[in-house]
């Protein structure tokens, strides 16, 4: 069975994925050499670590490809408990970082249960949903308790507060959610709940810190001091870059005017450094997974497999989104890490594990694939 699966994994699923992470090492080291200087007494001890997290993250990935994804219906009781387990201890022993309670310590790593929980969350609604087919049409029985979970996921998240990760779980809900079967005069219920989610979240979660960002986005030079100096300084990098950039190394930005470079504003460095063209090679290879995530989510003949592979492309597809709008203005400053290339072990691991679970998938479409071809020679 393995022999069979390596001949049809999705190889340029797995070339791209590699791709990126390589990259995003070498931006993650051209971007925090000073920071890391001055932080750590060493321009490399930022670099090193995000190696470690990418060795992690492509041995936990490589795992996540050899394992059937069928199996984790079986372990969906377990996996939501202690993804929500997780997310209640944040509360009780977090690590406080910019503002946001979101980090467990395990020692010299820190972990992000949010970052479980995306994966987590599409993982239970894949499945909820695939069982729930004969019925979807039943508003209370079928859509509703689901429901109820991606709220408690939302709500968790969002208090910590961390209103990037919470904005990336309700699109991935709304994506798998829409394309599950269930009827439009339900959609239009959700979207009306949504509304008053969204509401409620605006009036009693947001800090005064979180409201002045989303201020700060209407008029960054206003506030370019404090809430907007990140947007600025984002501003600056991106059109001082032009078309091929100043060069690997030579951003000004990075040298203590564009706070944290090499987390959720690395693609400013980008823009800065490789210009315009190393922007576009990133947005393809993003394109690219998202895409294949989406194709691959269509062929797959089992609803279950179907809805983690869009769930999965979508999540890909909106973190890196909701990441760019931000450098550029369109959004408040969230701190959502660009997929594959942002600082952040926690994010990388689960990007990478939700890539293997996807290229499983599209090495059992494959097979199936072949098998129908074969049957009709």
Request: proline content about 4%.
């Amino acid at each position: 069975m393995l022999k069979k699966m390596f001949r049809n994994y999705d190889y340029t699923l797995v070339v791209t994925v590699l791709l990126l992470i390589g990259f995003g090492l070498v931006m993650v080291y051209s971007a925090s050499t000073i920071i890391s200087q001055i932080d750590h007494d060493t321009i490399t001890y930022i670099f090193k670590r995000q190696m470690m997290w990418a060795v992690i993250a492509i041995s936990a990935g490589f795992v996540a490809m050899l394992f059937p994804y069928k199996a984790y219906q079986k372990l969906i009781k377990w996996i939501v408990p202690i993804t929500l387990l997780l997310l209640g201890l944040v509360f009780i022993i977090g690590e406080t970082n910019n503002n946001a309670t979101s980090w467990l310590s395990l020692g010299p790593i820190n972990i992000q249960p949010a970052e479980m929980a995306k994966l987590t969350l599409i993982l239970y609604l894949a499945s909820v949903f695939a069982n729930k087919q004969r019925h979807i049409s039943q508003f209370k029985t079928s859509v509703l308790p689901p429901l109820i979970v991606v709220i408690l996921f939302f709500f968790l998240i969002a208090a910590q507060p961390d209103l990037g990760s919470a904005m990336i779980v309700a699109g991935i809900a709304s994506c798998v959610i829409i394309c599950s079967g269930i009827r439009v005069k339900h959609l239009v219920s959700l979207l009306s709940l949504a509304l008053v989610a969204i509401a409620v979240l605006f009036t009693m979660l947001l800090s005064p810190e979180q409201k002045n960002r989303i201020e700060a986005v209407g008029q960054p030079f206003t506030f370019a001091q404090d809430e907007g100096l990140q947007l600025v300084n984002s501003y600056i990098a991106i059109a001082s870059g032009g078309w091929s950039g100043k060069g690997l190394g030579n951003s000004i930005e990075k040298t203590g005017f564009l706070p944290f470079p090499h987390t959720d504003f690395i693609m400013a460095i980008v823009a800065e450094e490789l210009g315009i063209l190393g922007v576009a090679f990133v947005l393809l290879l993003l394109a690219y997974i998202v895409v294949r995530g989406f194709l691959i989510g269509i062929k797959a003949q089992d609803v279950f497999g179907s809805l983690l592979a869009i769930g999965i492309a979508s999540f890909i597809g909106i973190q890196a989104g909701i990441n760019l709008c931000v450098i550029v203005g369109l959004m408040p400053v969230t701190g959502v890490p660009l997929p594959f290339i942002s600082y952040g072990g926690s994010s990388l691991v689960m990007t990478m594990i939700s890539v293997g679970v996807l290229i499983n998938i599209s090495s059992f479409v494959k097979m199936r694939e072949k098998k129908r071809l074969q049957e009709v020679a």
